[in-house]
C-alpha cells in the first residue's frame, strides 16, 4: 500500500515537474503565472520527498525486512496501519489546500513557500489564508507517521530475527535500513518540532519566527536543516540497500567487505547529523562555523567513497549478468559519484556562495535523488517483482525502459548544470532569451520527455507481467537471502516453518551443503 | 525450509530483546529530540524578548509540584516492583499515590497559569519570552497529561481487577514513559528557573 501510495504521487510530482519545464523550456514563456509557478516547485518538492520516496522506501522496507529477517512479520502490525494511514492522510492533506486555501478568483492555492518554508515567508503577514496552514500539518502529521514506521522498522530488526541470525549474520539490507529507522527517529523528530513551533506562531500569536519581537528567522533554517540533511540520507541509506543486495547476486559473487559496508554506513549516519548548515553558507555564520560545516561535509565522502569502492570490488572479476536490476545498479554507481563529487563542490564554502540557489544546486540534487535513489528504486522494483507477484517483469520492456530513462535523465540532468554556472537562480519562472540560458534549458526540457516514456514503459510493464509475465518460481535469480526461500508470492505469514540461518547467505549453504559458507565465516 | 540443516546450535538460547521495550525506547528517543528542539529555542531565545515582562518579575518557582512530580518515579518504580512480586494491593495503593502526585503537579500548574494569564495577562502572544515558555512548558505538561491519561485507564482496570502478575512487562513499559516525562522536567525546570529565571545568556 505504501508504494502504490508513493507511485501515484509520483504521477502528480512528475506532472508538475513537467509543468515547469514546459513553462522553462523557452525564454519569456506564458505557460503558467509565476504565483502558480511558485506553486508548483513548493508542491514538487514536498511531494517528491515526503510523499513518493519516503512512503515508497518504507514500503520495501516492510515487505522486505521481514522476509530477509525470516520473520512471519513486522513487530507492530497495528502500528504499521498507523503510521500509513498518517502519511496517507498528510498527502491528501497538503493537495486539500488546492481546494480548500484561500486563493484569488476564488479558486484553491496551493502554498508558495518553498519546500523549505523559510520564515518569515511562512508568516501570516506573507501567507495569508489557508494554504501554509494545509502545508504544515500536513508535513506535521506525515511526520508523526514516518516515525511510527521508524520504531516499527527498527524494533523489528531488533526483536524478530529467526534463529541464528546475528547482527553480523544480517543481510545488508536489513542492517542499512535498521540504520535508516533509526535516523527517521532522531532526524525527523526535529521538523516535527519546528512545525509545532511554526503552528504556534500562526494559530497562537507566538513569535519564534518573528524578528520584530525578537525573534530568529535563521533559527527556522538551522531547525529546517537539522532534519533536512539527515533526511537526504534517510532517503540514500535505503538506496544502498537495494544496491548491496542487488549487486552481488548480478556479480555473482559475495558483498566485498561485509563489515566495512556496515561501519561505513554508520558513520555516514553519524556525520549526518553534524553537516546541516552546509545548506546555509550564505546566511553569514561565523568563519570558525563555516569552516567545520565545510569539514565535515568532506568528512562524509570519506565512507560513501568507501562504499562505492565496496561496490566496485564486489563487481571486479564476477561473472556480471546484465539483467534490467543491475543496469539500474550499475547506471546507480556512476551517477551517484558524480553527484557525490558535485556535492564535494558544494560544500566548498566559497564556491558555494558562487553558486547557491543556482540550478547548479537543482542538478546536484536531483543528481542524487533521481539518479541515484530513483534508479536503484526502479533496480529494485525489476529484483522484488517475481516475488512479490510470482511473475517475472519483461526484459526486453525493462532495457527499453532504463535506455530511455537514462537518456532522459544525462539529457535534463546533466545539461542542467551549465546554466546553473551561468548564474540562473533557481526557482525563477522565466528569464530572458539574451541571458543565453535558453539552449540549456530546451535541452533539459526535451529530456523530461524520455523521462515520461521511460516510467510510461514501466508502468505498462508491470501491469502487462502482471497479467502476462513468465512464472517466477520461488528464486528467479539464484540468490542468497531467505526471501527467496519462500513462495513467490509469499504467503501472509511469509515462512511455513521459521528458519534458522548459520552465515550470511543462508541459500548458499543449502544449494551447496558442500561448500558452506558458515566454514570461512 | 526444513531442508535447511540444522545445526548444534538449535539447542542454544535464542533471545531477543522484547518489541516493546525497543518501541518505547525509540519513542522516548523521538521525543527526546523533539524536546531538546524546544529546549534549544528556549536557550537561545533568554534576552532576545523586544518587550516584558522579565522572567524574574512573572515567574514562580513551583518548588512543590517539581518534587510531587519527582516523588512520582519512586512511586511508580516502587508500584510496578509490587506487580512483578504479586502484591496486588501494594500495587494499587503505590499506583494510587502516583496520580495523586501527578494530578497534583497539573493542578499546580493550571492555578500558576491562570494566575499568569489571567491576572497578568501574560500570554503566548505577548512577547517572545511568552512564546517559548508557554511552549516548552505547554509541551512539558501536555506529555504529563498523556501520561497521566495511561495511569488513570491503567488504575481503572486495575479497580476492575484486570491487572494481574503477568501484566507486569506491560506495565513496566508504560512506567519508562511516566521516568521520561519526570526526566524531561528536571531539564525544562533548569532551563526555566534556574538559567532563564537568571537571565544567563547562552
Request: proline share 5%; glycine share 8%; charged share 10%.
Amino acid at each position: 500500500m505504501y508504494i502504490a501510495y508513493g507511485l501515484l504521487f509520483l504521477a502528480v510530482g512528475g506532472a508538475e515537474a513537467t509543468i515547469m519545464r514546459i513553462q522553462l523550456a523557452l525564454p519569456e514563456m506564458h505557460f503558467v503565472s509565476p504565483e502558480v509557478f511558485s506553486e508548483l516547485f513548493t508542491m514538487h518538492g514536498t511531494t517528491m520527498i515526503f510523499f513518493v520516496v519516503m512512503p515508497i522506501l518504507f514500503g520495501f522496507a516492510n515487505y522486505l525486512v521481514p522476509l530477509m529477517i525470516g520473520a512471519r512479520d513486522m513487530a507492530l502490525p497495528r502500528l504499521n496501519a498507523f503510521s500509513f494511514w498518517m502519511t496517507a492522510f498528510g498527502g491528501l492533506l497538503l493537495y486539500f489546500s488546492f481546494i480548500g486555501g484561500t486563493g484569488i478568483y476564488g479558486m484553491g492555492s496551493a502554498p508558495q513557500i518553498t519546500w523549505w518554508a523559510y520564515a518569515p515567508l511562512t508568516s501570516r503577514a506573507f501567507s495569508v489564508g489557508h494554504s501554509t496552514d494545509f502545508w504544515t500539518l500536513a508535513i506535521l502529521i506525515s511526520g508523526v507517521g514516518s516515525v511510527g514506521a521508524g520504531v516499527n522498522i527498527f524494533s523489528t530488526i531488533a526483536c524478530r530475527r529467526c534463529r541464528g541470525m546475528t547482527l553480523s549474520k544480517m543481510p545488508l539490507l536489513a542492517w542499512l535500513n535498521w540504520v535508516m529507522a533509526a535516523m527517521v527517529i532522531l532526524g525527523i523528530s526535529p521538523l516535527t518540532a519546528a512545525q509545532i513551533m511554526l503552528c504556534i506562531d500562526r494559530y497562537l500569536g507566538g513569535h519564534f519566527f518573528d524578528t520584530q519581537a525578537g525573534g530568529s528567522a535563521v533559527i527556522w533554517m538551522h531547525f529546517f536543516w537539522i532534519f533536512g540533511h539527515p533526511e537526504v540520507y534517510i532517503l540514500v541509506i535505503p538506496a544502498f540497500a537495494f544496491a548491496s543486495e542487488i549487486i552481488p547476486v548480478f556479480s555473482r559473487k559475495v558483498i566485498f567487505g561485509y563489515p566495512i559496508m556496515v561501519a561505513a554506513v554508520l558513520a555516514i549516519a553519524f556525520l549526518s547529523f553534524s553537516v546541516w548548515a552546509h545548506h546555509m553558507f550564505a546566511v553569514g555564520m561565523p568563519s570558525y562555523a563555516n569552516a567545520f560545516f565545510v569539514l565535515s561535509s568532506m568528512l562524509i565522502a570519506v565512507p560513501t567513497g568507501i562504499k562505492i569502492f565496496n561496490w566496485l570490488g564486489t563487481i571486479w572479476r564476477g561473472k556480471i549478468i546484465f539483467a534490467t536490476p543491475m543496469l539500474f545498479c550499475l547506471a546507480f554507481l556512476f551517477q551517484f559519484l558524480i553527484g557525490g563529487l558535485t556535492g564535494i563542490m558544494l560544500a566548498t564554502a566559497p564556491f558555494d556562495w558562487q553558486l547557491n540557489d543556482t540550478y547548479f544546486v537543482v542538478a546536484h540534487f536531483h543528481y542524487i535523488i533521481v539518479g541515484g535513489i530513483l534508479f536503484t528504486v526502479f533496480a529494485a522494483f525489476y529484483y522484488w517483482y517475481p516475488k512479490a507477484t510470482g511473475r517475472m517483469m519483461d526484459e526486453k520492456l525493462g532495457k527499453l525502459h532504463f535506455w530511455l530513462f537514462l537518456i532522459g535523465f544525462h539529457m535534463t540532468f546533466d545539461f542542467m548544470h551549465v546554466p546553473g554556472i551561468l548564474g540562473m537562480p533557481r526557482r525563477i519562472y522565466t528569464y530572458e532569451a539574451s541571458r543565453g540560458w535558453g539552449i540549456w534549458n530546451l535541452i533539459v526540457s526535451i529530456g523530461v520527455i524520455f523521462q515520461i516514456l521511460g516510467v510510461g514503459v514501466f508502468v505498462y510493464n508491470m501491469v502487462y507481467s502482471y497479467l502476462k509475465g513468465e512464472p517466477a518460481g520461488n528464486d528467479p535469480w539464484d540468490a542468497w537471502t531467505l526471501e527467496w526461500s519462500t513462495s513467490s508470492p509469499p504467503p501472509a505469514y511469509n515462512f511455513a516453518e521459521l528458519p534458522e540461518v548459520r552465515s550470511r547467505r543462508p541459500l548458499w549453504d543449502l544449494k551447496h551443503p558442500e561448500d558452506p559458507d558458515w566454514s570461512y565465516e | 525450509m526444513s531442508s535447511i540443516p540444522l545445526s548444534a546450535s538449535a539447542q542454544e538460547e535464542w533471545t531477543l530483546p522484547s518489541s516493546g521495550k525497543t518501541s518505547m525506547l525509540c519513542l522516548i528517543a523521538a521525543e527526546s529530540v523533539v524536546f531538546t528542539i524546544f529546549v534549544v529555542a528556549y536557550l537561545y531565545d533568554i534576552g532576545k524578548s523586544l518587550s516584558g515582562p522579565t522572567p524574574a518579575e512573572i515567574l514562580k518557582v513551583p518548588i512543590l509540584d517539581t518534587v510531587c512530580l519527582l516523588s512520582s518515579s519512586f512511586t511508580i518504580h516502587w508500584a510496578t516492583r509490587a506487580l512483578r512480586q504479586n502484591r496486588i494491593k501494594a500495587f494499587l495503593l503505590l499506583w494510587a499515590v502516583t496520580l495523586a502526585l501527578g494530578l497534583k503537579f497539573v493542578e499546580g500548574t493550571a492555578t500558576n497559569w491562570h494566575w499568569m494569564i489571567h491576572d497578568r495577562h501574560f500570554t503566548i502572544s505577548t512577547s517572545l519570552f511568552g512564546t517559548s515558555f508557554y511552549s516548552l512548558v505547554g509541551l512539558h505538561i501536555s506529555h504529563v497529561v498523556i501520561g497521566l491519561t495511561g495511569l488513570s485507564l491503567i488504575f481503572a482496570l486495575a479497580l476492575a481487577g484486570k491487572i494481574k502478575q503477568k501484566h507486569f512487562e506491560s506495565i513496566d513499559i508504560f512506567s519508562y514513559y511516566w521516568h521520561f516525562v519526570d526526566a524531561v522536567w528536571v531539564v525544562v525546570f533548569t532551563v526555566v528557573y534556574v538559567i532563564g529565571l537568571h537571565g544567563i545568556q547562552v
